[in-house]
Structures are given as C-alpha cells and as structure tokens.
C-alpha cells in the first residue's frame, strides 16, 4: 500500500499530456475572463436594484469568494483523479465520473446517474447562456432600430435577426483558434463598460431613496443574477487541459485567483454604481438605461453585440463537444463534418425557438444564474471534494472542511431551489400577460 502510494505522489499528469495546440497562460486567462465577462456585467446593476446597495456590494464579494473557491475544488480535485488514477487529464465530466467510482461503496452505484446529472447540468448551462444572448441581443436591437426608425417590431423578429451571425460562430471547433475571438470581446465589453461607466458618472450619484438591503422576494433575483454573472466554470478544465504551462492556473497569483479578483472588483463597481445612478429605473442590461439619442450612448450597445456574437463560439463549445463525442461513433467517419455542420445548426435553431418563446431578459437571466450557477459552480464542485476526501476521512483537525463542504453545499441548494422556483414564476407570468 505503501509502495502504490508513493507511485500516485510520483505521477505527474502534466509530463503526459500531449496537446497539439496548447494555450499559453495568458491565452487561458483571457478565455477564463471572457468566459465569466460577458451580458452579466451589465446585469449587475440590477442585481443591485434587487439586493440593495449595501448588501449588493457585500453580498457580490462574497460571491466571488464562493466561486473562486469552488473552482479551486473542481480543479485540485480533478489533479488529485489524473494522480490517483494515471491518466492525464479530466474534463468536467470525467472527473465526476472518476471521483464516484473510486469513491466510498455506498456511493459508486450513483457513478453513471452523476455523469448523466453533470453532463445535463453542462448542456444546460452553455445553451440556456445562448438563449439569454439570443434575448439580450434581440431586446437591443429593438430598442435601436424601433426608435430610429420609428417601427414597431416585436422583439421576437430582432431575436431571429440576432441568430443569423452565429450560424458562423457556433460553427468554430478548436478552442485556439477562438482565442483571438475572446480577446477581441473582452477588449469591446471593456469599452462598453468604459462608456457606461461615463454616462452613469456623468449625472450627480445620490443614495437618496435607495434601498440598503433587500426584500425576502426579491433576495432569489440578486443571487440568480450574480451567479449568472459569475458563470464561467464550466471552461475551467477544458482551458486548463490545454495549457502550456497547466502548473500556472492555480496558486496565489495563478490564472484563477487573477481571473476571478478582476471580474468581482468590475462587477461591483459597475453594480453599485448602476444602481445608485437609476435606482429602480435599472433595467436587465444597464446600456439601455442610456440615453436612446445619443450615438455615444447607443455605441455601448452595439459593441456589446458585436461581443457576445464573437463570444458564442466559446459558449458552445462545451456543450458541442459532449454531445458531439456521444454520437460521432454513430455516424460513418466521411460524414463528421457535414454531421457537425449540420447538428451546431440544428441546436442553434432550437436555442433561437427557446429564446422566441421567452423574450423577457430579466427572468432569463435569473434563471440560467440559479440552476447553473446552483450546480455546477456551487453544488458539483463541493460534493466531489467531499467524495474524494471521504475513503481517507481527509477533512482536518474536527472535520472542518466537511462543515465547510456542507454549508457549501446548503448555500448551492437553495440558489438551486428557490432561485429556479421564483425565475419559473416570473415567466409564467410573462405568458398570463399575453
């Protein structure tokens, strides 16, 4: 026992991983900042509006502080399976996968159920983001062209307008190759922000008639948009997979920690002062609080767009490469292409149905941060840490880190649970309306 154990300490999954294409270290963190920076920046002043400020800015740091933690559990878990297990990388579903097999006998027989549950948690995550961009473009759109041009379209015609542009991007199958698509969306999402940051200091900020904190109804609606703005992990592995240098992403500096600091210090700011600007006058996206006249106004918009259309490339990614590996053995090996052509296009008309069905932006947003942001940021990356701990009763001096593995979890079922319940609410009363 002795001897395998220090054949375990000995393997280094990082010396076996052969990767044709490896992203640098600055490549992965603009993928992990891109992936995470996206239409939630410009959600957070809502989140405010529903959290209040000074509970939004207590309350978003301690966010950021749960999530940056629960990736260092997804992603140290995953190095100690490679270890265990001589093999030199996992994804997301592997390492779930891994971690139930080798795990304690009561819970081995759940293996394949908590594959099914990660790679639908995976699938839902990615496409339900692509619907909310769907949303968010087509609500834009209709903002800009209906006051320019005086029309009256539905925003339903914009979200279909909207879906043009990424039957290209979805189309893209190797992540090096999105990395100058992701650098490219982040430097205009900064713009965007810059400008919007211009117009909301523009006017005097008061806290005047703002609230401090929230209502029990509408605490779920803070905590689904932040996580939603936080949402991101399920790039973590697939990055780290493919780095140059994989020894870089965690640590006290590493890609991670960076990625994460960045983004929590952005998206408070831009919540808080958001928020103080328009208090509730804060829409979904903070741009359309902007005024609709003014070119400078109307550019954050556009740059927004332009963005997210270049981001929908790494947005589908994950959930192409799950499905695609589970029936490219169907199909004869002459016909992958066309069968990859074909089934991006056809989840990308769907998408764009889900979106037609539900056009409102605010429920959207809530709902895509509670069951994504519930499970797979919060719920899977704790339960995998306590299952591989659980063989060896690694959880330190009186069982501290599983307490700390079940508050965590806790915390995850409730973003789950009552985050889903009050989302599904608004979008039924969305249909009641029509």
Known sequence: MEQKSCEVKEYNPFEHRKIEKPNSTIGTLIHLVKGTLG??????????????????????VISGIIYAHCVYLLVSTSRKACRRSFVPMLGYTETVENVFTHGPRGIKKYTILARRCTDVQLLLNSYLLICVYLVFIGNTLRDIVNHDYQLEWDTRVFIFLAAVPLIFTTQIR?????????????????????????????????????????????????IGTVMYALLGIEYV????????????????????????????????????????????DTKGSVTLNLPANEALAKSTQLLTIT???????????????????????????????????????????????????????????????????GSLVVII????????????????????????????LV??????????????????????KE
């Open 39 to 60: 239409t939630g920046i410009l959600s957070m002043p809502l989140a405010f509006r529903n959290g209040g400020f000074a509970f939004g800015i207590v309350g978003t």
């Open 174 to 222: 190797e992540l090096k190759y999105l990395v100058p698509f992701s650098a490219i969306a982040n430097a205009l999402i900064i713009t965007a922000i810059g400008i919007t940051m211009f117009y909301i200091l523009k006017e005097p900020i008061t806290l005047e008639n703002k609230s401090m904190w929230p209502a029990w109804n509408t605490l779920p609606a803070f």
């Open 237 to 280: 592995l697939p990055n780290e997979n493919k780095m140059k240098r994989p020894e870089h992403m965690l640590g006290n500096c590493g890609v991670v920690n960076v990625a994460v600091c960045f983004i929590t210090a952005l998206y408070t700011i831009v919540g808080a002062l958001g928020y103080a600007q328009f208090g509730e």
């Open 307 to 373: 963005a997210i259309i270049l981001s929908t490339g790494l947005i589908n990614y994950v959930p192409t490469d799950i499905l695609w590996r589970k029936v490219q053995h169907k199909i004869h090996p002459k016909r992958h292409n066309f069968a990859q052509i074909a089934f991006r296009f056809g989840m990308l008309v769907l998408l764009t149905a889900i979106a037609v069905g539900v056009p409102e932006l605010e429920p959207f947003v809530g709902l895509t941060g509670s069951i994504s942001g």
């Open 381 to 408: 990356p704790a339960v995998i840490d306590t299952v591989f701990r659980w063989p060896a009763g690694d959880f330190g001096r009186m069982n501290w880190i599983l307490v700390k593995n079940v508050l965590v």
């Open 411 to 432: 915390f995850g079922l409730l973003v789950l649970g009552i985050g889903t319940y009050f989302s599904v609410v608004d979008i039924i009363a969305i249909y009641e």
